[in-house]
């Protein structure tokens, strides 16, 4: 069993959302060398400008929530 459309939002990531996946990054891929200092980087002060990326959440909240 899936989950529908209706269960499923896609937002805008934001700066809490972002550590958030650092930490995933972290604890999940500590090769890949990610520090708050790079993701401030990457995702804000890069000369290319702010990156956008976006979240899925199920019935619009993060895990760490209740629904």
């Known amino acids: 069993m899936g989950l529908s459309k ?3 939002q896609v ?3 934001n700066e809490e959302d972002h550590e958030k996946l650092l930490n995933l990054f972290i604890d999940n891929y500590p090769g890949l060398g990610w520090s708050e200092k790079y993701l401030k980087w990457q995702y804000y002060d890069n000369p290319a400008g702010t990156a956008k990326s ?3 959440r199920h ?3 993060d895990q760490n929530e209740t629904n």
């Open 54 to 56: 976006w979240i899925a």
């Open 6 to 8: 209706k269960e499923i």
């Open 11 to 13: 937002v805008l990531a």
């Open 59 to 61: 019935n619009g909240n």
